[in-house]
């Protein structure tokens, strides 16, 4: 006992706390190993009780496995931090053997769920870990649909808008759209939604018209671009992903969801058809030459 204690001194000067790895070795000494020993004694009752005595004055030491799960997690993080300057360890990196995104993501989901130790959520929060990024990723996407709201009016609200940034921001309405319909957003999350001008969790109030700004968004782009804004990924000059929205028009037809009108519309378009073709200068070929 003398030798453990003596060198788990060490070892919590140095590195800053009392958990050690399994396998960690100090001085040829199986460290890791006595102290797993020592915890597994004492919990079936087999350590002597001026051993435990001892051991229970070292600063951090915990018997629990739970407990000293939570301080090995914040050991390693707190070192990751001191090396990298940030909480942000990448997945597979391990740090004194403790893979720590793994171990960031199940805190977080322990978060959610309402079971996470106090003690851990404590110190990750300490750390700078933040334990709710889904709530601030939603803040920062609403942030964005409001300005393109105060700026492009309800054409933002468009499925295929896309902020000057880059930013999918009607894509996202449309997503938060559905899950308001389906009573899968928070009260909060609802009051801050349909306090934007002209919100409706029912796109097909506002769709036709909706419909018609992309058709001619796609109709100048193509008396500009020809068939190459038929592509995917074409975006008109005001952030509309026209070549998206063509490619949905096409799936829509194929599962009769247009209405008539709407496929006459389309229909007359230059360059349109109903199955996607390359553009010609995308549609080069090499051949091989004679010789």
């Not at 788990?8 to 190993?33: C, K, M, S, W």
């Not at 051991?55 to 997690?73: C, I, Y």
Request: include cysteine; glycine fraction near 10%.
């Amino acid at each position: 006992m003398n030798t453990l204690l003596l060198l788990l001194n060490r070892f919590a000067a140095r590195e800053g706390h009392t958990v050690v790895p399994q396998d960690y070795i100090e001085d040829g000494y199986p460290l890791g190993r006595e102290v797993a020993d020592v915890r597994t004694a004492f919990a079936a009752g087999r350590l002597p009780p001026d051993d435990a005595a001892r051991l229970a004055q070292l600063p951090g030491w915990s018997w629990g496995p739970q407990r000293n799960k939570t301080a090995e997690t914040l050991a390693a993080l707190w070192s990751y931090r001191s090396r990298h300057g940030d909480v942000s360890p990448p997945r597979g990196h391990r740090e004194n053997g403790v893979a720590l995104a793994s171990r960031i993501t199940q805190a977080r989901r322990a978060f959610q769920d309402g079971t996470i130790d106090p003690e851990l959520q404590r110190g990750l929060t300490d750390l700078g870990v933040d334990l709710n990024p889904r709530s601030r990723g939603w803040q920062q996407s609403f942030q964005q649909l409001a300005a393109a709201v105060n700026t492009f009016g309800q054409a933002a609200y468009s499925d295929g808008f896309v902020d000057k940034d880059g930013n999918r921001v009607g894509r996202w309405a449309t997503v938060q759209r559905y899950r308001q319909r389906r009573g899968e957003l928070d009260a909060a999350k609802v009051m801050m939604l349909e306090a934007l001008p002209g919100w409706s969790k029912r796109v097909e109030l506002s769709g036709s018209k909706q419909w018609r700004r992309m058709f001619n968004a796609l109709a100048g782009e193509l008396s500009r671009h020809g068939e190459g804004a038929l592509r995917y990924g074409h975006l008109s000059d005001d952030g509309l992903e026209v070549g998206r929205w063509a490619c949905q028009q096409r799936s829509r037809h194929r599962a009769r969801e247009l209405r008539p009108e709407q496929v006459r519309a389309l229909a007359q378009l230059p360059h349109w058809s109903w199955g996607y073709r390359q553009p010609q200068w995308e549609n080069r070929t090499l051949r091989p030459t004679g010789g």
